[in-house]
């Protein structure tokens, strides 16, 4: 503990130098927010947290802590999922709080450059002033910032259309391991050699620190319209999802909500609703005027066919939006009616929608566990909401048991343990089931290259390949 | 020589012994046909040929090389233009053209998962029968497979708007250098850990072996229409790429031809080009047949606002095929005004494109050779094709070093060296003008990482970097 209290007091000092004092944190009290992310369940005090202004202090700070072998866990706004910016007890978090403005925005090449704080709103924001506005739109799109983004690779409603945030980035600035400055991409449509902007992408900050970021930007569509429609089953709306994509039709956004979801939204903030529904699908067309009139009235045509109790479309953007509202708040509304609640993150093929939330449905009962579904049903991207009281002794465990059948079962049909909210520390038991031995090894060595002391957010995203045989172990539980 | 000999006849033999005798291939006569890709100023005669049919036979080709450390190189159409498939005087060249089944179409996934050896437009074929197709469709789709597609990450005429071959990629299975295979990827949306699909497009063989694709399909768009433009100037027309673009309008081609490619392409094929243009603009849009229409009308506008000579909007399919044909026949076109020609590879920032133009005539006066321009202007992604005569000596040389400046402008401006043909062995000079030292060190230790006995196309993508000072130094010599 003496070495530890010499080696916070020695780096406090040193990054001092160069930092305003009030920005170098090493009081308890001080730096409890920095303890978690969104998944509040992993907390973690960290020896010390900076928050540079400028490239040079965050360059250097990266510098000093590969100097000296001190683990650096850069963070946004803290919205993860998955523990990803969770602090390491002997290291340093590196806040991009202060990195907040948008450098430039050039409407010709239809890009924005932008700071990696910056929140993924305010892009859109400062966008449209143009008639442009950047596509990737996570829920918590008000308060995370891009990079967070890049960072996680997150998704949102409008994916389904307009791609993640990899498909919607054209450079990446970033500090590496060894606290050198290079630029990934540019401003050209594609680039040559290994596409490691790409590879960042994800990466969850174990290769890299993001200091700037150049986004793609679209034109604001001329009309949007949501097409809301009630089930009396799930499986009829999964098939109803499955149709609309068969059919040709590309929406901006196609979303589901199940029985728990539907009711606990409408309580909350009453968007007209079906609450005797067992499933509703939220569809949005965006385009040209002709072009959405058509395509809603092609949705509605098949929602019709597979059985839909009710249909309705947004005659008003106020409209629109309420019905939207419903939806992105069905997090906190879900939170009104259960004392805590665990959110998952796998994707599966769409094709298996019906399947897996039957199965999932029979999980809930053996154990004993409510679970809300809303979630990106065109990308087959799920959010089941598992409710349960971390005050019932041992009820924690068995939800998170519970979220990982939830993933296995993702794997087992061809789907993934993450959609959108990254491994972190959250999924790493669930790494091995995805990937063999091999391929983790792979993992291991990119991350070897870009970072060989390890001390970019060590024991993050990638299992260690000695504990694969533990984590394994936990397979052969008996299954639901 | 002995030892080659030798070594030669042990690896035919172990071949044999599981593959096809006939397609183990030792004589210079029957090798011929693989000594050099699109690129055939770059030649070579391989120590064997082998062309195996099933994976596990592939698998054992590069298990036993990875043990005798011998170069693969692996080899689809051998339609690249950057001699990335140049076989290794001392290895193996693997040929995938017995692998040309279509294994599976879900039209529900929208997927296609199809062998490495299949050609691009065999796919769009086969899934048209349900109403898909495959997007990216480079000008060589009716020869190039979907496995080259992949390492070179083309594009082509249609990925404006729906992107490059990374974007319209779900899953790759692939040999890794040691003979182990693995699948990147999967049926879902996104996936977890480091994004080593992305990384796998575009490396051209230096990372692994293709040996399955699942592509994703697209519904073939109600109408498609193709505007024709002509103008007595080149920066009007490109100040007409940038107004249709920033007018909110994404084309799903929007293609640039100059003088002397217009003039080739109407001798050639009649597509009513008028040769007096010194510009043409060839605009396709596709959707709805309402926004098409809608779009159309605006996009003639936009044209006539920037002094368009004349504007013609095709109004049958055999029109607008007939629009498409001068262009996609402008490469051989061009073949028949010169004795040779040498196609280059640019990307730039679409705001750009005036000045490049106008640089690039400069330079074509200062060497003396004339440049046709046939390229994706919407991408900012030009192809130059220099004319010269390779039996005038040192003409080849000259045409090189023009093509070199061309590639340095391209970087100058923010844009990059290779669109998508790739860095082969052709636009190694280039790499350390466009990629620092520790980028450069980057790929090689990604490189390392995947291939650390360095059998995969050996020589190919990146320079060495003892090479860099002398490649450098290329930098010092005078610009036009």
Known sequence: MVVRADKKAYLAN????????????CDEETQRPYECDGLSMYC?????????DTVEQARKVVEICHEQKIPVVARGAGTGLCAGAMPNAEGVVLSLAKFTRILDIDPLARTARVQ???????ISVEAGKVGLYYAPDPSSQIACTIGGNVAE??????????????????????????GSLITLGSEGLDTSGFDLLALIHGSEGLLGVITEITVKLLPVPEKAQVTMAAFDDVESAANAVGAVISAGIIPAGLEMMDRHAIVAAEDYCHAGYPKDAKALLLCELDGVEEEVNDYCERVGEIFRQHQAAEVRVSQTEAERALLWKGR??????????????YCMDGTIPRGQLAYVLGRMEAMSQHYDLRVANVFHAGDGNLHPLILFDANVPGEFEKTEEFGGRILELCVEVGGCITGEHGVGVEKLRQMPIQFNEHEISMFLSIKQCFDPREILNPGKGIPILKNCQEYRSIDNHSKP
């Open 14 to 25: 040193h990054f001092r130098q160069f930092i305003d004092s009030e920005y170098v944190i």
């Open 44 to 52: 973690q005090q960290p020896m010390l947290v900076v928050l540079p």
């Open 116 to 122: 990696p704080g910056v929140r993924n709103i305010s």
């Open 153 to 178: 690779n997150s998704g949102g409603v409008h994916c389904l259309k307009y791609g993640l945030t990899v498909h919607n980035i054209m450079a990446v600035e970033m500090i590496t391991a060894d």
């Open 328 to 341: 992105k708040s069905a997090f906190p509304a879900v939170g009104r009616i259960s004392p805590d609640y």
